[in-house]
T-cell receptor, first 112, second 112 residues
Framework: AQTVTQSQPEMSVQEAETVTLSCTYDTSESDYYLFWYKQPPSRQMILVIR??????QNATENRFSVNFQKAAKSFSLKISDSQLGDAAMYFCAQLPGEKLTFGQGTILTVHP | DTGVSQNPRHKITKRGQNVTFRCDPISEHNRLYWYRQTLGQGPEFLTYFQNEAQLEKSRLLSDRFSAERPKGSFSTLEIQRTEQGDSAMYLCASSFTADTQYFGPGTRLTVL
């Protein structure tokens, strides 16, 4: 079974601070991709960052970086220098094949 | 490059009525996906197309649901004899290669 687990239903961070969102996944495929998507209150799902499973190097996109631990099937998202606009629901997802499987999401609140 | 567009953005209908949603993918994206998202949950895969061919359907897609992509461009998702349990956000995504999906704003369906 393809499952994605986000164990933190809610997280909060002070503006300019750093926060880490956790995710574990489970797939039997050897070739897959992992993603973090952001869904603000307007509900448009926005791609934040992508990781290819065959790459050992952790992906980075500006203030967003991941800690990909393949053996542990762990894929956490670190947001540095948090901004008010980062407030949203964050979904971790895996893609073996064509179907994205999403976690339950983590609501991130950013305090000014 | 315009993004994925979906119409209508909101649809309110009475139980038993038929509804149809439209998705226009990013131009030149040959893959198109439909997902359903209920409140507070991650999206769940419904079906996907590669060009005109519908290649996979989830068990979530009951006989009342049908999706088409007649010319390999836009797609429609029809729900017949709607039920209150069909109330959800219906998300469309597209991709050029199978490794990254870009989402539209979604169609929020409310069945009274």
């Amino acid at each position: 079974a393809q499952t994605v687990t986000q164990s933190q239903p809610e997280m909060s961070v002070q503006e300019a601070e750093t926060v880490t969102l956790s995710c574990t996944y489970d797939t039997s495929e050897s070739d897959y991709y992992l993603f973090w998507y952001k869904q603000p209150p307007s509900r448009q799902m926005i791609l934040v960052i992508r990781q290819e499973a065959y790459k050992q190097q952790n992906a980075t996109e500006n203030r967003f970086s991941v800690n990909f631990q393949k053996a542990a099937k762990s894929f956490s998202l670190k947001i540095s220098d948090s901004q008010l606009g980062d407030a949203a629901m964050y979904f971790c997802a895996q893609l073996p094949g064509e179907k994205l499987t999403f976690g339950q999401g983590t609501i991130l609140t950013v305090h000014p | 490059d315009t993004g994925v567009s979906q119409n209508p953005r909101h649809k309110i209908t009475k139980r038993g009525q038929n509804v149809t949603f439209r998705c226009d993918p990013i131009s030149e994206h040959n893959r198109l996906y439909w997902y359903r998202q209920t409140l507070g949950q991650g999206p769940e895969f419904l079906t996907y197309f590669q060009n005109e061919a519908q290649l996979e359907k989830s068990r979530l897609l009951s006989d009342r649901f049908s999706a088409e992509r007649p010319k390999g461009s836009f797609s429609t998702l029809e729900i017949q004899r709607t039920e209150q349990g069909d109330s959800a956000m219906y998300l469309c995504a597209s991709s050029f290669t199978a490794d990254t999906q870009y989402f539209g704003p979604g169609t929020r369906l409310t069945v009274l």
